[in-house]
């Protein structure tokens, strides 16, 4: 345990606290830990630091609407590309879809997986629910992993709007 930096923050009018903390260029890389006592509670997160390596190829995820009506379905494109011009073909590919404040990556409303054909896609459909009474967003994320075995990311996201028209007063 080695104590990198030791702070007092104050809270925010909503009771938050945020800080950085600037990693060296020569710094030792793993799990690191935070923590945050307050109170006399003790609160605690990790995050790894990991050697930067550019990916070799780009993956784009793309709804085929700019927005959708409740009730609407989306069709998410995911397309994979190597830098050098060829499809990411045969790739494993995961979708995973979120509404509005559901999102976190260990609770989608949404999961699909499996590879992308020789063109470097995959296309799924995705049912879009909204509360009925006011907006929603849905974000799409899609994380490919071929050979190498490390995964490149991407997202969307797509507004689904209560009715095709809206009037405000």
């Known amino acids: 345990n080695n104590l990198i930096r030791q702070?007092?923050?104050?809270?925010?009018?909503?009771?938050?606290?945020?800080?950085?903390?600037k990693l060296g260029d020569e710094v030792s890389l793993?799990?690191?830990?935070?923590?945050?006592?307050?109170?006399?509670?003790?609160?605690?997160?990790?995050?790894?630091?990991?050697?930067?390596?550019?990916?070799?190829?780009a993956v784009l995820?793309?709804?085929?609407?700019?927005?959708?009506?409740t009730g609407d379905s989306a069709t998410v494109k995911v397309q994979a590309d190597y830098y050098f011009g060829q499809p990411v073909a045969g790739a494993d590919v995961v979708v995973r879809g979120y509404r509005?404040?559901?999102?976190?990556?260990?609770?989608?409303?949404?999961?699909?997986?499996?590879?992308?054909?020789?063109?470097?896609?995959?296309t799924i459909e995705v049912p879009l629910?909204?509360?009925?009474?006011?907006?929603?967003?849905?974000?799409?994320?899609?994380?490919v992993t071929d050979d190498s075995r490390r995964p490149v990311y991407a997202a969307a996201?797509?507004?689904?709007?209560?009715?095709a028209f809206s009037l405000g007063l």
């Open 7 to 21: 702070s007092t923050l104050s809270t925010d009018a909503f009771g938050s606290v945020s800080g950085d903390l």
């Open 30 to 57: 793993g799990d690191w830990k935070v923590e945050l006592v307050v109170g006399g509670q003790t609160l605690t997160g990790s995050f790894k630091v990991e050697e930067y390596v550019k990916p070799d190829y």
């Open 61 to 69: 995820v793309t709804p085929d609407k700019p927005f959708y009506i």
């Open 100 to 122: 509005n404040g559901t999102y976190t990556r260990n609770n989608p409303e949404i999961e699909r997986k499996g590879k992308l054909d020789a063109s470097g896609g995959w």
């Open 129 to 143: 629910r909204s509360d009925g009474a006011s907006s929603a967003s849905y974000s799409f994320e899609a994380d």
């Open 157 to 163: 996201t797509a507004p689904v709007h209560p009715a």
